[in-house]
């Protein structure tokens, strides 16, 4: 909880969400993407969760989004359109086509939010930025927002403050150490959900 709590903290301070605002969360069944589905619902959003795969699907739903919609079906984009209308903010830890699709869709004044790049990487020229639109929350500047004589521990507590009073609950996917080689594949693969965690 502590390092993804501290990462959506940080990431959901340059796009707060509230009621009427309509949420995309790429590799919602992931474990940034998880906390960023329930902090959204709980602030009053609409959240749609993108996943790939019914078996993800079905727990981006379990974890409270709104609608949970399946990023590998061929017409994913026209399917949330046409029951969503146009997006607010989306939170982009993957990049890539999935990323591109769903920038397509933010209404004006949209924000895109990005914070991670599994599918592509991100440059200033890259298809899915729009200037004015999209921020890159890594680095220095999600610190300076977070303030405090320790930001880092201020992202935590805020995190902690959430778990605690019901709002964030992570989610995590265990191995036995023996089998870290197989956690490994399982990531590469992406047959994962949540934080993997190996244990003794």
């Known amino acids: 909880m502590i390092g993804t709590g501290r990462t959506t903290m940080g990431i959901v301070q340059f796009a707060e969400p509230g009621p009427g605002d309509v949420v995309v969360v790429p590799a919602a069944a992931g474990g940034i993407g998880t906390l960023l589905v329930q902090?959204?619902?709980?602030?009053?959003?609409?959240?749609?969760?993108?996943?790939?795969?019914?078996?993800?699907?079905?727990?981006?739903?379990?974890?409270?989004?709104?609608?949970?919609?399946?990023?590998?079906?061929?017409?994913?984009?026209?399917?949330?359109?046409?029951?969503?209308?146009?997006?607010t903010i989306v939170y982009d830890g993957v990049g890539g086509d999935v990323a591109r699709a769903a920038v397509a869709l933010l209404a004006p004044q949209g924000r895109h939010i990005v914070f991670g790049w599994t599918s592509q990487g991100i440059s200033g020229d890259s298809p899915y930025v729009v200037e004015g639109t999209t921020v890159n929350v890594l680095g220095p500047e999600m610190l300076r927002r977070a303030g405090g004589p320790n930001p880092v521990r201020t992202l935590e507590q805020r995190a902690l403050a959430q778990a605690a009073e019901g709002h964030l609950t992570p989610a995590v996917h265990r191995f036995p150490l023996a089998q870290a080689a197989a956690a490994h594949r399982a990531l590469e693969n992406r047959a994962t959900t949540g934080k993997v965690v190996l244990e003794p």
Do not use: E, M, Q, S
């Open 39 to 87: 902090y959204a619902k709980n602030a009053g959003a609409t959240v749609i969760g993108l996943a790939g795969g019914p078996g993800k699907t079905t727990r981006v739903t379990a974890n409270g989004a709104d609608h949970a919609i399946d990023y590998t079906a061929p017409d994913w984009p026209g399917h949330l359109a046409a029951h969503h209308g146009r997006v």
